[in-house]
């Protein structure tokens, strides 16, 4: 049990020295990661019908 408890000190320890980011910044990176997340999901998705339409086109007759 002193096991136990000697880990759950050393991570607070440990989590008392990490630099957390402020909300402001959180806010910016949550709005870059939906953005890009978005824009790849529109790119794959035009990529997907350009193929599908060559496929129909050419190869399915």
């Known amino acids: 049990m002193t096991k136990v408890v000697d880990f759950i ?23 870059v990661v939906l953005s890009l997340s978005f824009a790849i999901a529109i790119f794959l998705g035009a990529w997907d019908w350009v193929l599908q339409l060559i496929l129909n086109k050419f190869v399915i007759k």
């Open 9 to 31: 000190k050393d991570v607070k320890i440990e989590l008392s020295k990490v630099n957390w980011p402020t909300k402001d910044q959180m806010v910016k990176y949550t709005l």
